[in-house]
């Protein structure tokens, strides 16, 4: 805000967006624009869900699967950022909640090309993660029963992240 600069963030820590949306009253003063969530997840997803709920009206359920999976899976990729996050927010029966990262863990099938299939099973991992739904379980709180964010990666990516995660190497504190 002191400098005058413009700012893109392309986001995934939901409690950052909180507080650079404190800041639109200061920004609009100075002719500043922040964007927050402008990534993929948060970001595109976000909009798409968003306009979905419009197109449709009364939206029961809405359910995102991301997955920015390498076309040639690898037994050694390492974790992105996202599975740091230790909540994953998300609505049930209407109400905002939350969820441990491997919470409601679970394959779901996939297409692929025969030499990937070789690899993955045919299947991917899909389990709920933190950030990539930004802010929509506050805005359709009350409106949509069911909205929830899942992040998709090759089978035995849990298996390898959970003594990650347990061991306390995600944490963002030492």
Not at 38 to 54: K, S
Not at 77 to 87: G, Y
Not at 107 to 126: I, K, M, N, W, Y
Request: proline share 6%.
């Amino acid at each position: 805000m002191d400098a005058g600069v413009h700012c893109a963030d392309l986001g995934g820590n939901t409690e950052i967006v909180f507080q650079q949306k404190e800041l639109d009253a200061e920004a609009k003063h100075r002719n500043v624009s922040v964007i927050p969530d402008c990534g993929l997840a948060p970001g595109m997803v976000n909009v798409l869900a968003a306009e979905g709920i419009r197109r449709v009206g009364d939206a029961e359920s809405v359910k995102i699967y991301v997955g920015g999976l390498p076309q040639h899976p690898s037994p050694a990729q390492l974790p992105d950022r996202v599975l740091a996050r230790r909540r994953a927010r998300l609505l049930h029966d209407a109400v905002l909640g939350a969820a441990r990262w491997q919470a409601g863990a679970r394959r779901r099938p996939f297409r692929a090309r025969a030499r990937d299939v070789s690899t993955t099973g045919g299947q991917l991992e899909a389990f709920h993660t933190g950030g990539g739904i930004s802010t929509l379980p506050w805005a359709y709180e009350g409106k949509v029963r069911t909205m929830e964010y899942k992040t998709l990666r090759y089978r035995g990516n849990i298996g390898i992240m959970r003594p990650i995660r347990e061991l306390g190497l995600l944490d963002l504190t030492p």
